[in-house]
């Protein structure tokens, strides 16, 4: 049996090399001994687990593989009843009083991946601490793992399916409310990415005047028209043509297991994952009047800090990855949360992102506003200046990790994109300050063999030299 390592959010791999029933079992086994200690730690009688899945290729065959690991536990196990949002998983732990989830997801990977991620009591991401604790619990071998077989397990009550769609819409109502949208007349472009978001707009503000028009709303699970169901350019590209050639108001966009978002505005033109984490946090903060922290990852925006300037709420940075942002969001009782990559929390809702929610307060700031989405993004700009992102994505040899790593330990370069370096933060990856208040991040990727290099700066034309300058430091050019 190979090494399971947990990144981010738990572990992937390739469906049928390593991503086997047998390894799954072994994940669950780890997990279950884990919820088991923590449960006599506080005391707990008979904890519950939630247990969900994607629309991937036999994710509900793993989810059920990993419900007997945890029935041979004497687990409860709450067990969705179809592919189920991420943040909809997330929400049913607070509704079932559970001590944690399982979800069967690789989220934005290729389709040739599958994953098991783990969540806390609280429905957000488990610290590192936790995962490490976690990882080292898992066997050897899956003939280590305990078992009670699925049928046994419904029988004995150990399993249960239920639909954790209602408490959750019950919860959405009390965010945000759902008729002005329904009856505000919007056309609105729908792409879930064959993924596990589709008919939740619909379902949601769907039978008044607003038209929803959803596309790759099936299961497929190769994905086509697009390389991975990450909500980026170029994958969707064919949501925002579309967007243009039917005249809607805006592109909203759900990844595979709908936490991540993305939108497109009334010209079909990308709306960048900076400028939509300022703009959900201007909205909370001016349309909302609500006040709290906001946390940001620091691969994330820095009009977030000129926000917090502006309305007098702190802002605390993280590194990359919900495994830190969820922990400090559920310690400031944050107004919002985010990261780079599209994923977005809001408070009232469980430390976790919610790409459904993020589409309804988007929708709901176009509405109360008047504004179209290229309008908001001149407000945005009016209050915090111009800014400019872009990322690169490079695969890399994971032999020369290392190697890449102690270049850019080592790294001063004096200009970046012929802007002058101010300083240089290494808490996650290797991040330089830029005279102009931007920054060039540099960073592995602890999902994939991916090398990341990102920038945000104030001019346009500046992008792509300070990306490339990056890709040099990173190769000792």
């Known amino acids: 049996m190979n090494e399971i390592k947990f990144g981010t959010d738990g572990w992937r791999g390739r469906i049928a090399e390593d991503y086997t029933f047998a390894n799954v079992r072994r994940c669950a086994e780890g997990y279950a001994r884990y919820i088991v200690t923590t449960a006599q730690a506080a005391q707990a009688a008979r904890p519950a687990v939630v247990i969900g899945y994607d629309k991937r290729f036999q994710s509900e065959d793993f989810a059920a593989v990993a419900a007997e690991v945890l029935a041979g536990h004497g687990l409860k196990v709450w067990l969705t009843d179809g ?32 994953g ?11 610290a590192p601490a936790g995962l490490a604790q976690i990882e080292a619990a898992i066997p050897a071998s899956d003939a280590d793992a305990k078992r009670l077989d699925y049928d046994r397990a419904i029988a004995q009550g150990l399993i249960e399916k239920f639909d954790p769609a209602v408490e959750y819409i019950a919860n959405l109502q009390t965010l945000v409310e759902l008729r002005p949208l329904a009856d505000a007349g919007l056309k609105v472009l729908m792409d879930p990415m064959w993924g596990n978001g589709a008919g939740w707009l619909p379902r949601l503000i769907g039978g008044g005047k607003t038209q929803i028009v959803e596309i790759h709303n099936e299961r497929n ?44 505005d009334e010209q079909g033109r990308f709306i960048n994952q900076l400028r939509a984490y300022a703009l959900l946090a201007l909205y909370l903060l001016e349309i909302r009047g609500q006040r709290g922290a906001i946390v940001k990852t620091l691969s994330t925006t820095s009009m977030l800090n000129k926000l917090g300037e502006l309305y007098g709420v702190p802002v605390y940075e993280t590194g990359v990855g919900f495994k830190y942002v969820a922990p400090k969001m559920t310690e400031t009782d944050a107004m919002i949360g985010g990261e780079e990559s599209g994923g977005y929390a809001f408070r009232g809702n469980v430390p976790e992102r919610d790409g459904i929610l993020a589409n309804l307060y988007f929708l709901d700031l176009q509405v109360r506003t008047g504004k179209t989405p290229s309008q908001l993004i001149d407000w945005l700009f009016d209050k915090v200046g111009p800014h ?48 102009d208040g931007g920054w060039l991040l540099i960073r592995m990727s602890g999902t994939e063999p991916l090398m990341r290099v990102y920038c945000e700066t104030s001019k346009e034309s500046l992008v792509q030299p300070i990306l490339q300058d990056g890709i040099k430091i990173a190769n000792g050019m």
């Not at 290392?402 to 101010?422: C, F, H, M, N, Y």
């Open 221 to 264: 699970p190769i994905f086509p028209e697009m390389t991975r169901p990450e909500p980026i350019p170029p994958n969707v590209n064919v949501g925002l043509a579309k967007t243009k050639e039917i005249g809607a108001n805006c592109c909203c966009i759900t990844d595979g297991d709908a936490d991540r978002c993305g939108f497109g």
């Open 388 to 435: 400019y992102y872009d990322r690169i994505d490079s695969h890399i040899d994971p032999q020369q990790r290392e190697a890449i790593k102690a270049r850019l330990r080592t790294a001063q370069p004096d200009r970046i994109g012929g802007l002058k370096v101010s300083g240089k933060d290494m808490t996650d990856g290797y991040k330089f300050m830029l005279e």
């Open 116 to 126: 098991f991620k783990v969540r806390d009591h609280t429905g957000g991401a488990i």
């Open 83 to 114: 592919a189920t949002p991420t943040p909809v998983i997330a929400f049913a732990v607070n509704a079932k009083k559970a001590i944690g989830a399982i979800n069967i997801t690789a989220s934005h990977n290729p389709p040739q991946d599958n």
